[in-house]
């Protein structure tokens, strides 16, 4: 059974910097998949960047295009994103997912194309 762990959420300052870090187990996970997500309050869910996990191919929200960097350490079986020049608007709970099938070239971007979440961390930016 898959399970994903994301930890390294907190309160910052704008302008800050944090690294949320998602532990998988359960499965292998070639060429799946691995994407953020995050939800404000009164909002829905939505897409943050994502990777292949064989690959290390990356697609990201314009929202987020140059502050936020994705990556992943495949011995650790961990993805982790690394989140700069924050801004109060990124306040959200962050969750990391696993794509529900393998992917070769365009990754997923919408919430039915992922079928495993974890708890989610909460991110918060201050003014």
């Known amino acids: 059974q898959v399970r994903l762990v994301e930890s390294g959420g907190g309160l910052v300052q704008a302008g800050g910097s944090l690294r949320l870090s998602c532990a998988a187990s359960?499965?292998?996970?070639?060429?799946?998949?691995m994407g953020w997500f995050r939800q404000a309050p009164g909002k829905e869910r939505e897409f943050v960047v994502a990777?292949?996990?064989?690959?290390?191919?990356?697609y990201y929200a314009d929202s987020v295009k140059g502050r936020f960097t994705i990556s992943r350490d495949n011995a650790k079986n961990t993805v982790y994103l690394q989140m700069n020049s924050l801004k109060p608007e990124d306040t959200a709970v962050y969750y990391c997912?696993?794509?529900?099938?393998?992917?070769?070239?365009?990754?997923?971007?919408?919430?039915?194309?992922?079928?495993?979440w974890g708890q989610g961390t909460q991110v918060t930016v201050s003014s």
């Open positions: 997912a696993v794509s529900n099938g393998r992917y070769y070239g365009a990754l997923p971007i919408t919430l039915p194309e992922y079928g495993y």
């Open positions: 359960g499965r292998t996970f070639s060429s799946y998949a």
């Open positions: 990777i292949n996990w064989s690959s290390g191919s990356t």
